[in-house]
C-alpha cells in the first residue's frame, strides 16, 4: 500500500511538471507562445556578452535561447549585431522570431527600425521555405512606420517581389510604395520601383507616368 501511494505521487508529479503548458514568466515579460512546453527553473546565473552571443549562434533549444534572450534584455544590451545572430537562428519558428524581435523593440525603442529591418530581410530571404512573404512585407511596413522619410523599407520591399508568383502580391507592394512617395525627402526611387511593377502589371500609362516623375524629381525648379 505504501509502494502504491509513492507510485500515485510520483505519477501526480511527473503530469504536473510535463504537461503544464506555460512557464511562468515575470509579470512584465508577455512573452508566451501558445503551446510551448516551458520547464521551471531556478533563474540562470549572470551571462557574458559573448556567451549569450554564442548561445543565440549555435543552441537549438527554446528555452536556453529564451533565457539568455532575457539576460541581454536585462544586462541592457541593446547592440543590434548581437541579436542578428538570434535573428539567424535555424533552430527558431517564424513565430518565436517574431516573439524576441517585438519584445526587443518594446524593450529598447530606439533599436526597433534595425529590429524590424532585420527581421524583414530573414523572412524574405526564408519565405520560399516557410511561406514568409506576409511575414517580410509586415516588417518592412512596421519598420517604415517607425522611420517613414527612410527610403529603404519600401525599395527593399519591392526588391524581395517574385513575378512568377506574385508574392508579395502586387497591389500591396504598389499601395505601400506609393505611401512612401509622400514621405521620403528623393521619392526618385520609389517612383521607378512604381513604374516598373506597374509595368509588371501590364498598366503602361501609369508606368509611364511614375518614369517620368522620376525624370524629373530632383530637378531644380525652373525659372519663372
Known sequence: MKF?????????????????????????SHTILP???????????????DEIRSIFTSSKDFNQIFDAFEAAINNGNDDI?????????????PDELCLFGEKLAKEFSHIAYDVYMWLANVFELTFFLYD??????????KAAGVKPNEPDPYLDACDCYEPDLNIPPVDQLIEFCKSGTDQVQKP?????????????????????YYHTKAN??????SDQ
Open 132 to 141: 514568409n512573404y506576409e511575414l517580410a512585407l509586415t516588417y518592412y511596413r
Open 35 to 49: 503551446g510551448k512546453r516551458y520547464l521551471q527553473r531556478w533563474p540562470m546565473a549572470k551571462l557574458s556578452f
Open 81 to 93: 549585431e548581437l541579436y542578428r545572430q538570434l535573428f539567424w537562428n535555424k533552430a527558431l519558428t
Open 188 to 208: 526618385k526611387a520609389l517612383y521607378m520601383r512604381l513604374a516598373r511593377l506597374y509595368s509588371i502589371v501590364g498598366d503602361e500609362e501609369l508606368s509611364n
Open 4 to 28: 502504491l501511494h509513492l507510485f500515485i505521487g510520483f505519477t501526480t508529479f511527473y503530469k504536473l511538471l510535463w504537461q503544464y503548458p506555460y512557464r511562468q514568466l515575470r509579470s512584465d
Open 216 to 221: 524629373e524629381s530632383g530637378k531644380p525648379p
